[in-house]
């Protein structure tokens, strides 16, 4: 079956320590996307990728790193830069174009210890 | 700025009754609104992608409608179970923005109780 796979479910991190989330999709899909989601707020675009090597930043990338070498992947990295790095964090992606809705993965929760 | 608003943030229905979620946006250069589940500590899953050139989706018990002059979109869910406890967002594509981006409501977390 097609979809993201998002891994690990969870993950923890130390203070000053880097992480990285990992993004895999199989739809065959151009776009992919990045959010980060916190208590009580929506969901907040960090990273968006429309086609392989290419990437931009969305609302709050700051304190965060991404890559795009292949199609299906997508790894965002939550560097020691990002002060308040616990959320859950949500990988999704779309066909190139407007007209097409979002698949989304299961999550990471994030937590620092 | 496109803002997305759900009201109310949360509902509480006794099931078998009808689940009216509204969804407003303020700028209504949209290409679509998608409507998603997400249940506690998982993912989006989507429910209904309504086209700003339609009025209407369904898909079994869920209907959602879109008007885009005023900026509404309102998701009814008939007969409503047990199962249907669950978060729901509304998130739009603008056409101002770059990219297949979308902006989300904080949602509407539903309990239907047995």
């Known amino acids: 079956d097609g979809g993201i796979t998002q891994s690990p479910k969870y993950l923890f991190r130390k203070e000053g320590q880097n992480v990285t989330l990992s993004c895999e999709q199989n739809l065959n899909h151009d776009a992919m996307y990045w959010y980060r989601q916190d208590p009580g707020q929506g969901l907040r675009l960090i990273y968006y990728?429309?086609?392989?090597?290419?990437?931009q930043k969305g609302d709050i990338a700051e304190g965060y790193s991404v890559s795009r070498e292949k199609k299906e992947s997508f790894p965002l990295t939550v560097t020691s830069a990002q002060k308040n790095p616990t959320a859950f964090y949500l990988c999704?992606?779309?066909?190139?174009?407007?007209?097409?809705?979002?698949?989304f993965g299961s999550g990471t929760r994030l937590t620092v210890v | 700025k496109q803002e997305v608003t759900q009201i109310p943030a949360a509902l509480s229905v006794p099931e078998g009754e009808n689940l009216v979620l509204n969804c407003s946006f303020t700028d209504s250069a949209i290409y679509n609104l998608q409507w998603f589940r997400q249940d506690p500590g998982k993912g989006l899953t989507s429910l209904l992608l309504i086209q700003s050139s339609q009025r209407e989706q369904t898909s079994g018990r869920l209907n959602a409608s879109l008007d885009k002059s005023s900026g509404r979109s309102t998701l009814y869910i008939a007969a409503s179970q047990p199962g249907d406890s669950a978060t729901y967002l509304c998130a739009v594509s603008q056409i101002k923005a770059a990219g297949n981006k979308l902006t989300f409501g904080g949602g509407t977390r539903v309990l239907v109780k047995p």
């Open positions: 990728s429309q086609i392989v090597n290419d990437f």
């Open positions: 999704a992606s779309s066909e190139q174009g407007a007209n097409y809705g979002y698949t």
